[in-house]
T-cell receptor, first 116, second 112 residues
């Protein structure tokens, strides 16, 4: 199984709602990532988890709250979002990045989020 | 952080080689260069990576200049399915602080 599965594929939410994005992988990868991608722009890194611990937070606003309950699951909790937060949210996983060797990221297909 | 520069778009005839350039003039000695592509409404897909030697796999070849300030991704026989946005990425750091920073990408249009 070389898939990263993201649910839901599409999400529409109001600015007062609370919702969660889910990501799952069963490749035994111990690093997981959240990226945000606006239309016609490259993906931007948001968070990196390594061995279920948050290792990188790219100064993301607190209305985005990541969670890694176990080595296969990664969640992104959303609260009080703004319309400008509408984007494609991509999850990825990889073996923990060593100094050498192949350690590519495997990406899911993303959740297309619209904030009204 | 090291950054990459790519042309915004390129065309290629089907069956011909597609050569996609990337500048990474501020890359440091331990930073790898990765290439990914993204087909519309899908997640990015890994293609190839390298440090200083040229690399080849079943999808593509990667040519890195001796000074490591630029590289070229070569798709030897482009097909219509290779139409996508191609990202040249520098991996910064290792272990649990390593991260991939995407450049702006090149939109490759393969034409029949």
């Amino acid at each position: 199984d070389t898939e990263v599965t993201q649910t839901p594929k599409h999400l529409v939410m109001g600015m007062t709602n609370k919702k969660s994005l889910k990501c799952e992988q069963h490749m035994g990868h111990r690093a997981m990532y959240w990226y945000k991608q606006k239309a016609k722009k490259p993906p931007e890194l948001m968070f990196v988890y390594s061995y279920e611990k948050l290792s990188i937070n790219e100064s993301v606003p607190s209305r985005f709250s990541p969670e890694c309950p176990n080595s296969s699951l990664l969640n992104l909790h959303l609260h009080a979002l703004q319309p400008e937060d509408s984007a494609l949210y991509l999850c990825a996983s990889s073996p923990v990045l060593g100094r050498r060797g192949r350690s590519e990221l495997f990406f899911g297909s993303g959740t297309q989020l619209s904030v009204l | 952080d090291a950054k990459t520069t790519q042309p915004p778009s390129m065309d290629c005839a089907e069956g011909r080689a597609a050569n996609l350039p990337c500048n990474h003039s501020t890359i440091s000695g331990n930073e790898y260069v990765y290439w990914y592509r993204q087909i519309h409404s899908q997640g990015p897909q890994y293609i190839i990576h390298g440090l200083k030697n040229n690399e080849t796999n079943e999808m593509a070849s990667l040519i890195i200049t001796e000074d490591r300030k630029s590289s070229t991704l070569i798709l030897p026989h482009a097909t219509l399915r290779d139409t996508a946005v191609y990202y040249c990425i520098v991996r910064i750091g290792s272990g649990n602080t390593g991260k991939l920073i995407f450049g702006q990408g090149t939109t490759l249009q393969v034409k029949p």
